[in-house]
């Protein structure tokens, strides 16, 4: 009797391997075959860009993104050779497939912010809407991109503050030095002005900037004369711009304002400021009583 089960295992096991057994080795070797093309083509993938690339920041960018593409794939590769295997072995994949969704819904419920990080830093690594250098304002903080991550970007503001925003809290972002920059001027003249003459002056002091060897290099173009934009109060508000390199405009726009003011002081233009006139208000009984000002001299009251 012990023989004849021992034939009969046997026989099945042969039964078991010529089918099942043959289909498992088949899929084991296809996922390894899988694993091995994924590796080397991230690997040639890797040192394309390492040396296609201008700057750090975008490589670090690319094998970010080649790391989470690389590992991705390689999860979805064994999940699936594993649950064909499993089904070739004989075990229900129903129970295990609904036990891994109510699984799979727990930790997305406990861990929605640190997914939502994630899949918010993959898409602007993707995009590069934010790279290492520019200055941004995101969730109310702005500052220098010195770190993307795939879960957060850390800022550095003007006071040498250092803030870790992540990703999943983005929903907009103001990107200061995308390409290129302007710096926008809203310049106050008096009524009595001519604002001819004030737009062209304004004109002459951005020519002398873009020939000065110290600023010629971070203007990209002449100022660009908007006009007259606002009757204010107490001023006549002239608007233009000019173009500059990336992170240069706050630079550049610090010298116009610079030479803007010696040169309106040299010709006399004036640059207004608010006025306030006092009225004292008068009674019903008659004339108010005189107002002293302090270091004046009073008049003396004159007799008859």
């Known amino acids: 009797m012990s023989d004849l089960y021992v034939t009969r295992f046997i026989e099945r096991l042969v039964e078991w391997g010529a089918a099942s057994g043959l289909r498992i080795m088949i899929i084991i070797t296809m996922a390894?075959?899988?694993?091995?093309?994924?590796?080397?083509?991230?690997?040639?993938?890797?040192?394309?860009?390492?040396?296609?690339?201008?700057?750090?920041?975008?490589?670090?960018?690319?094998?970010?993104?080649?790391?989470?593409?690389?590992?991705?794939?390689?999860?979805?590769?064994?999940?699936?050779?594993?649950?064909?295997?499993?089904?070739?072995?004989?075990?229900d994949l129903k129970p295990i497939l609904a036990a891994a969704g109510l699984g799979g819904l727990a930790i997305?419920?406990?861990?929605?912010?640190?997914?939502?990080?994630?899949?918010?830093?993959?898409?602007?690594?993707?995009?590069?809407?934010?790279?290492?250098?520019?200055?941004?304002?995101?969730?109310?903080v702005g500052g220098v991109v010195e770190d993307v991550k795939l879960r957060t970007i850390v800022l550095r503001d003007v006071s040498g503050n250092v803030h870790i925003v992540p990703n999943g809290v983005i929903d907009k972002v103001k990107n200061m030095t995308k390409l290129y920059a302007f710096y926008l001027f809203n310049i106050g003249v008096?009524?009595?002005?001519?604002?001819?003459?004030?737009?062209?002056?304004?004109?002459?002091?951005?020519?002398?900037?873009?020939?000065?060897?110290?600023?010629?290099?971070?203007?990209?173009?002449?100022?660009?004369?908007?006009?007259?934009?606002?009757?204010?109060?107490?001023?006549?508000?002239?608007?233009?711009?000019?173009?500059?390199?990336?992170?240069?405009?706050?630079?550049?726009?610090?010298?116009?304002?610079?030479?803007?003011?010696?040169?309106?002081?040299?010709?006399?233009?004036?640059?207004p400021f608010p006025h306030h006139t006092i009225y004292w208000g008068e009674p019903k009984q008659g004339t108010p009583p005189p107002l002293y000002v302090a270091g004046l001299p009073q008049a003396q009251p004159t007799s008859n």
């Open 32 to 91: 390894a075959i899988a694993l091995t093309i994924l590796m080397r083509a991230m690997e040639r993938f890797q040192k394309m860009y390492e040396g296609a690339l201008p700057t750090d920041a975008q490589a670090k960018r690319a094998k970010t993104l080649t790391f989470v593409i690389r590992d991705v794939a390689r999860v979805v590769i064994h999940a699936v050779a594993g649950m064909m295997i499993l089904s070739e072995v004989g075990v």
């Open 108 to 140: 997305g419920f406990g861990a929605q912010s640190l997914v939502k990080d994630v899949i918010s830093g993959f898409f602007i690594l993707l995009e590069d809407s934010i790279r290492v250098g520019d200055i941004v304002e995101i969730a109310g």
């Open 190 to 271: 008096a009524y009595r002005e001519d604002v001819d003459d004030v737009m062209e002056v304004l004109r002459e002091i951005a020519e002398d900037v873009r020939r000065d060897p110290a600023f010629a290099d971070d203007i990209l173009e002449p100022l660009d004369m908007l006009g007259v934009d606002e009757f204010a109060d107490s001023a006549v508000i002239i608007k233009c711009r000019i173009k500059t390199q990336p992170s240069k405009q706050w630079r550049v726009g610090r010298e116009m304002n610079r030479r803007i003011k010696k040169t309106f002081d040299a010709k006399g233009i004036e640059i």
